[in-house]
């Protein structure tokens, strides 16, 4: 990377420091990607549609056609690439995450290729009380060098925190006020203990690790005991 790529780099976050509107941001961003190379830009929040509202953190630039099929069939929830991101707060390329996907993982990943998206790279998005997020840019051929990697990521993690400080918070991003009980029956539901098996390590009742489950559910507003430990998860309140 030369000095005048790293002063570009600067200009643009300040740009994007200046700018008042979404749409602003991103074409700040789009610009910049675009002198790499890059064809696509999605700026999204790592937690499952299934899970929140529509009105979550979901800026895009592919063709409907393909997100019309990918939130008909509900894609997203197996995209490889959505996957390995939860695995890694490093960046990484569409490669490495078609190399660690699934058949069926693989074959989405190919049919992106068809919308001439042969390859790209995520940059995983963390912060303290928000859920995950991300930036992917999508590319016909990724050749990037490892300080060009690390520019861009800075702009876009930039870009991505003006983009979620204009339109959040949203209702799930508050995190919920768990008591420290509380957090350890999500805990152990998450690994798959059932309230009796819970009740057992905690030595209390099976009754009592229900009422801590209904507790924790009307606090993060969710429905059930996988939404429940899901919402959790996804605001960083249990880790697996």
């Given at each position: 990377m030369s000095i005048a790529e790293y002063q570009i780099g600067l200009k643009v976050i300040a740009h994007?420091?200046?700018v008042e509107t979404v749409?602003?941001?991103v074409h700040e961003l789009t610009s910049f990607a675009g002198s790499y190379g890059f064809t696509t830009v999605t700026i999204a929040q790592l937690v499952s549609p299934a899970m929140?509202?529509?009105?979550r953190i979901?800026?895009?630039d592919w063709p409907q056609e393909f997100l019309d099929r990918r939130q008909a069939e509900n894609l997203v929830i197996r995209d490889p690439i959505v996957r390995y991101a939860l695995r890694t707060k490093q960046p990484f390329s569409w490669q490495t995450a078609y190399d660690h996907a699934d058949r069926a993982g693989q074959q989405m990943l190919d049919e992106a290729r068809d919308y001439t998206q042969n390859d790209g790279i995520l940059f995983p998005v963390y912060a303290f009380d928000q859920v995950p997020g991300c930036?992917?840019?999508?590319?016909e051929r990724l050749d990037l060098s490892p300080t060009q990697i690390k520019l861009i990521d800075l702009v876009c993690q930039h870009a991505y925190m003006r983009v979620a400080s204009q339109l959040g918070p949203f209702p799930y991003e508050i995190r919920a006020k768990l008591t420290n009980r509380e957090i350890e029956v999500l805990h152990f539901a998450a690994a798959g203990k059932s309230n009796w098996e819970i009740g057992k390590i905690l030595r209390v009742s099976e009754h009592t690790v229900?009422?801590?489950m209904k507790r924790a559910s009307k606090k993060l507003n969710t429905s059930g005991r996988t939404h429940t430990v899901a919402?959790?998860?996804?605001q960083q309140l249990v880790m697996v």
């Open positions: 994007i420091d200046e749409d602003a941001i929140v509202n529509n009105d979901f800026l895009t930036v992917s840019l999508g590319t229900h009422d801590y919402m959790a998860m996804a």
